[in-house]
């Protein structure tokens, strides 16, 4: 099974931005589609952008132009770009693979949940 480790987090001002990094290990990883969710206090889990193994890429509409999701197959690692970040924005992000980005958007994700990282976008 691919285990991930989610990094990158932190504190930032409103309209900045930070880089996200989910590392995995195990070499199923460039088979799999990757998504990365965030769960804010007292809500559910979201999915956030997932990209495909072929690179095609989906986002929820809140972060279209902001956000940017890409994969190195050689460095096992996915990376979610996040400028022009708002405090509604705050949430533990998570990251997992799946089979497909339709079953990323629907939850259906392959590996356990990890940690997560902190993002906190606040003055």
């Known amino acids: 099974q691919v285990k991930l480790v989610e990094s990158g987090g932190g504190l930032v001002q409103p309209g900045g931005s930070l880089r996200l990094s989910c590392a995995a290990s195990g070499s199923a990883f460039s088979i799999n589609a990757v998504g990365w969710y965030c769960q804010a206090p007292g809500k559910q889990r979201e999915f956030v952008a997932g990209?495909?193994?072929?690179?095609?890429?989906q986002y929820v509409d809140s972060v279209k132009g902001r956000f940017t999701i890409s994969r190195s197959d050689s460095r096992n690692t996915v990376f979610l770009q996040m400028n022009s970040l708002k405090p509604e924005d705050s949430a533990i992000y998570y990251c997992?693979?799946?089979?497909?980005?339709?079953?990323?958007?629907?939850?259906?994700?392959?590996?356990?949940w990890g940690q997560g990282t902190q993002v906190t976008v606040s003055a």
């Open positions: 997992n693979t799946g089979g497909s980005l339709v079953d990323l958007v629907d939850g259906t994700v392959l590996g356990s």
């Open positions: 990209i495909s193994s072929g690179g095609w890429t």
